[in-house]
């Protein structure tokens, strides 16, 4: 059983650790988690699953192949969380929302970015997207999306994907990911209402394609 103490020095590790990955220094954040490895058996679930998680979060980062078995443990772990009801006296079963998109977006990184797994990369965008939506983060919920789209263009070896990548490339930091999606949106009913018309397919694409993309996402940001 850990002391108050100890319980501080965990919850301070993995707070500091989470710092680190967001500051893109996994290295750090490892040697944060090692510290506590040792007594972390003895921790609250919560912490449990949270370490495990920011272990995925870190080699997830590193590129290592080392996240899958730290992700799906922590994955196991978060749907597993108990927590007390207090009305009731009993011990429940209930979802964690917040870390349920943590290690679903992280594993849709992973099978894109260091493992090609482009079907389970899709399947866990969308469970992060679904979990965006219950906390009501719709900022989130469209990242999400974003992530989806060009998983299910590549499968399908459409040469929307280009056009896809220019829209990602122009939007850069300046556009919020609803502002893009909207875009994107708007540029398909743009292509289905001119089937016919040889202006956005039949050419090479050029600055104009990217000017063309910008104002989509101009119009997207300003009917916001």
Not at 37 to 61: K, N, R, S
Not at 112 to 126: E, I, L, Q, R, S
Not at 127 to 148: Q, T, Y
Not at 152 to 179: C, H, M, T
């Amino acid at each position: 059983m850990l002391n108050f103490d100890s319980h501080q020095e965990i919850k301070n590790a993995l707070d500091l650790a989470r710092r680190e990955i967001n500051r893109q220094k996994p290295d750090l954040a490892l040697e944060r988690l090692r510290r506590i490895g040792p007594q972390i058996d003895d921790a609250d679930p919560f912490e449990q699953a949270h370490y495990w998680l920011l272990l995925g979060e870190a080699f997830t980062a590193k590129r290592d192949r080392a996240a899958e078995t730290y992700l799906l443990e922590a994955e196991q772990r978060i749907k597993a969380l108990p927590v007390r009801d207090q009305s009731l006296e009993l011990q429940i079963l209930v979802r964690d929302l917040e870390l349920e998109l943590r290690v679903y977006e992280q594993l849709g990184k992973f099978y894109t970015f260091v493992v090609n797994n482009p079907n389970k990369a899709k399947d866990y965008f969308y469970r992060a997207k679904s979990a965006a939506r219950e906390l009501n983060l719709p900022e989130v919920a469209a990242e999400n999306e974003l992530m989806i789209i060009p998983i299910i263009l590549k499968i399908a070896n459409d040469p929307d994907l280009e056009y896809f990548q220019i829209l990602r490339r122009v939007a850069g930091e300046d556009y919020l990911a609803k502002d893009q999606l909207s875009a994107w949106y708007l540029h398909l009913e743009k292509k289905s209402a001119s089937q016919s018309s040889t202006l956005l397919y039949a050419r090479k694409i050029d600055v104009r394609d990217e000017q063309y993309f910008r104002s989509l996402l101009k119009s997207a940001k300003e009917s916001r």
